[in-house]
């Protein structure tokens, strides 16, 4: 199986439980991901809804991988907590994940392939409301399909446009993998596609003098003493993927790791700068534009070391001590 693109590729079976009367109900696989909703559930009127994205990877024996889940499952309660979702108990998350790869296992892409299931577990408000408030009855469920690269094919530099848009409001959703915070990126990425760039640089909605990040990873930067630098900011997602990354620079590399607030003016003095989450693994930026002084990036030799430390955990072919990597 090989997948082309960051898409909707079809699936096979899909994972739906319900909370009602103040308790989450048994789960099962159905085989269509359409289902029927009120027209004012609070997630389609007030975007509560809550997501994650995670994957599973075709080792070379065949096995398939997956990679720190328990990270996925503790953001999504956090996010949860944030839009007053309640509390998914741990085993229907892991059951909703586990049944629906096993369900979906033809659709793993092959290992040559170096392509993805991704799996989208994600909880919804579904009571009807009118008034603002949280909904009583909510439906979790986990879709997979099979994905190629979130940008460019190989390790090809990609072009982001610093927009003065916001993608999250001091103490706002920012740090939540709330579906509110892609509703409000898609005009500023829709712009930026337009313009020829492949993403837009979230700048501190403070200031915007700041890098925050792009609209589905974190950004890291690379020094020309080989240091990992990554912002330091409370409007951003807590990527598991630049997370994990900060852990491998610093015992694979042998790296220091600094995270602090990071200037657009100090970008010009950097070596290397790359997009890091699921979707885009590692994609080393090229060019970034801002209010029209483009500012490039040359190097990408640490990025490719980390991309290959990352993926060969991924896909098996380092072996880890972390715990990072189950296998379903
Ligand atoms: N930032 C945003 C806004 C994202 O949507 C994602 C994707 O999940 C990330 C960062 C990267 O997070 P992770 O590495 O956990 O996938
Ligand atoms: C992910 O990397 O898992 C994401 O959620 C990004 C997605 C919004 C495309």
Redesign the pocket.
Known sequence: MVASGFKYNGTKKVFFAKYKDGKWENGSLTDSLNFEISALASALQYGQSVFE?LKAYRAKDGRTLMFRVDKNYERLLRSSARLLIPEIPKELFYEGILETVKANRELVPSYESKGALYVRPSIIGTESVLGIRSANEFLFFVVASPVGNYFNDGFKPIKLYATDFDRAAPNGLGSY?AGA?YAGSLYAKKEAVEMGYDDCLYLDPKTHTKLD?C????VIVITHDNKFMTPQSDS??P????NSLQILAKDYLKMEIIRKEIHLDELDGLKEFGA????AVISPVGLIHHHGRDIRFKSHDILEKLYGLLTGIQFGDINENYGWVIEV
């Open positions: 994205g993998k915070n990040e609209g589905a990873s974190n951003i997602l990527s598991i993927t630049n890091v989450g699921t979707a």
